[in-house]
T-cell receptor, first 112, second 112 residues
Framework: NAGVTQTPKFQVLKTGQSMTLQCAQDMNHNSMYWYRQDPGMGLRLIYYSASEGTTDKGEVPNGYNVSRLNKREFSLRLESAAPSQTSVYFC???????????FGPGTRLTVL | GEDVEQSLFLSVREGDSSVINCTYTDSSSTYLYWYKQEPGAGLQLLTYIFSNMDMKQDQRLTVLLNKKDKHLSLRIADTQTGDSAIYFCAESRNFGNEKLTFGTGTRLTIIP
């Protein structure tokens, strides 16, 4: 099992450009999450999906959109990137059985 | 809303015990977690404790919970260089499949 995979690992964008961060899990989990990690601020939830076909806003959703394409995949889109979106982005998933969220390796995004 | 707070930095000599502290505000918190993040990686669950427990021990790790003061601590005995990481406290209200609220993280540095 690969667990949670994310692509790309690194990305540099110019202000105003768009991009999609991809996430996939092979653990048959119902719930998936997108977080951003900034120094001194811990992890903040951007969006989450409790099950296929549903998405909900987290703490910091502005400037982002998400798609739960199927049970395995949950993508995060930046329509018009801003320097304030420079961060490390983590995808995670969880199921009903384990009391644990499983994290991907992260995407380091820089917006110039 | 929920708030989880931690000190940002802790330095400990190799072989000593490390104690990482966390306070939370949500009295409905049912599960409290400790996650570890090694450099350049995602988070991994270390341990968790149910709110009706005072203590949980797992090899070198001891978790203490003071529910009255909403204070959680993680003690790492015989700290090794491999324990260098960022440690996140997190809380949730339900078991599994539930979004977490994370603290800011404590960066643990081991002094040789």
């Amino acid at each position: 099992n690969a667990g949670v995979t994310q692509t790309p690992k690194f990305q540099v964008l110019k202000t105003g450009q768009s991009m999609t961060l991809q996430c996939a899990q092979d653990m048959n989990h119902n719930s998936m999450y997108w977080y951003r990690q900034d120094p001194g601020m811990g992890l903040r939830l951007i969006y989450y999906s409790a099950s296929e076909g549903t998405t909900d806003k987290g703490e910091v959703p502005n400037g982002y959109n998400v798609s739960r394409l199927n049970k395995r995949e949950f993508s995060l889109r930046l329509e018009s990137a801003a320097p304030s979106q420079t961060s490390v982005y983590f995808c995670a998933s969880s199921g009903f059985v384990e009391n644990e969220q499983f994290f991907g390796p992260g995407t380091r995004l820089t917006v110039l | 809303g929920e708030d989880v707070e931690q000190s940002l930095f802790l330095s400990v000599r190799e072989g000593d015990s490390s104690v990482i502290n966390c306070t939370y505000t949500d009295s409905s918190s049912t599960y409290l977690y400790w996650y570890k993040q090694e450099p350049g990686a995602g988070l991994q669950l270390l341990t968790y404790i149910f709110s009706n427990m005072d203590m949980k021990q797992d090899q070198r790790l001891t978790v203490l919970l003071n529910k009255k003061d909403k204070h959680l601590s993680l003690r790492i005995a015989d700290t090794q260089t491999g324990d260098s990481a960022i440690y996140f406290c997190a809380e949730s209200r339900n078991f599994g499949n539930e979004k977490l609220t994370f603290g800011t993280g404590t960066r643990l540095t081991i002094i040789p």
